[in-house]
């Protein structure tokens, strides 16, 4: 409202539902950009049954991308294709993850949970959107058998009950949650996901995962200065944390912004940030 109303020249990000009758405004110029930003379902592999690979594989086959970008993101993002958005450098295209929910009640049978079971699904943000994805992953899951209940945590929530938690005093078992790389290369996008040592509260590991050779990847990628064998590793680190699935990737987020039309070249970049430097106002 402020943005129509001309008490403010800039927003981001857009509501996704209104960004199509913003754009109709002839007093507004309406901006949307493939991101680097990436949205998962993390899966805590010190709490059972997450800590069965079987069961981490059948919450992804629960879950269909395509359907999540059209109910919670009004098509405002793309299924997941990885880890990291193919954009970046060293990204690995893994093509659409599958949706198979027989196979997700198959898997589940195999690892003791004939009947499914209950868990909970714990949200870093409580906006619309977050919302939205939250009860669509509730409804999916629900349908292969495991049954969830969903919290959308405040800030300081998080930061009490989740942030400061070491891999022993970690309580969640769900978690859905981002990640913006915005150094935008693949060791900022992986390893504080990723690496063993990067588990709260040094950084973002929120799965607990934890693989040695992956660990030993991470360190000789950091050092390699050729270009060619850097991409490499990062290639096989993805790849080795595919085969693991300590996350379900849902999907790549576009970043939305709108602004007023006398305001030129204040563009919003692929990782939510701004820039403005050449920004000037013409009437």
């Known amino acids: 409202m402020m943005l129509q109303t001309g008490e403010a020249q800039f927003i981001s990000p857009v509501p996704n539902e209104q960004f199509l009758p913003l754009s109709k405004s002839g007093?507004?110029?309406?901006?949307?950009?493939?991101?680097?930003?990436?949205?998962?379902?993390?899966?805590?592999?010190?709490?059972?049954?997450?800590?069965?690979?079987?069961?981490?594989?059948?919450?992804?086959?629960?879950?269909?991308?395509?359907?999540?970008?059209?109910?919670?993101?009004?098509?405002?993002?793309?299924?997941?294709?990885?880890?990291?958005?193919?954009?970046?450098?060293?990204?690995?295209?893994?093509?659409?993850?599958?949706?198979?929910?027989?196979?997700?009640?198959?898997?589940?049978?195999?690892?003791?949970?004939?009947?499914?079971?209950?868990?909970?699904?714990?949200?870093?943000?409580?906006?619309?959107?977050?919302?939205?994805?939250?009860?669509?992953?509730?409804?999916?899951?629900?349908?292969?058998?495991?049954?969830?209940?969903?919290?959308?945590?405040?800030?300081?929530?998080?930061?009490?009950?989740?942030?400061?938690?070491?891999?022993?005093?970690?309580?969640?078992?769900?978690?859905?949650i981002g990640w913006t790389n915005s150094a935008a290369e693949p060791d900022w996008g992986l390893r504080p996901l990723l690496d063993s040592r990067s588990c709260p509260p040094v950084l973002n590991n929120d799965s607990y995962y934890k693989n040695p050779k992956v660990d030993a990847l991470f360190d000789e990628a950091i050092k390699e200065t050729n270009t060619e064998k850097r991409v490499e590793l990062y290639h096989e680190i993805q790849n080795l944390v595919n085969a693991d699935k300590p996350w379900a990737p849902l999907v790549f987020e576009m970043v939305t912004a709108g602004t007023a039309k006398e305001l030129k070249n204040f563009t919003v970049l692929p990782d939510g940030g701004f820039d403005f430097y050449s920004a000037e106002w013409k009437e």
Do not use: C
């Not at 507004?28 to 930003?37: A, I």
């Not at 079987?54 to 299924?79: D, Q, T, W």
């Not at 619309?128 to 629900?142: E, H, R, S, W, Y």
């Open 27 to 176: 007093k507004l110029t309406l901006q949307k950009t493939p991101s680097v930003v990436t949205r998962y379902l993390s899966m805590n592999e010190t709490k059972k049954p997450f800590d069965d690979i079987r069961v981490r594989e059948a919450v992804s086959l629960a879950i269909n991308r395509k359907a999540l970008v059209k109910v919670a993101y009004n098509g405002f993002a793309v299924p997941s294709t990885g880890y990291l958005p193919t954009q970046i450098e060293g990204g690995v295209d893994f093509g659409e993850f599958p949706y198979d929910p027989k196979r997700a009640r198959e898997l589940l049978k195999e690892a003791g949970f004939p009947q499914g079971f209950k868990t909970t699904i714990w949200s870093a943000y409580n906006d619309g959107k977050t919302v939205k994805t939250l009860q669509f992953l509730q409804q999916q899951l629900a349908q292969v058998g495991i049954h969830a209940e969903t919290k959308a945590l405040e800030a300081g929530q998080r930061t009490v009950i989740y942030g400061a938690k070491t891999p022993a005093e970690s309580q969640h078992q769900l978690y859905l």
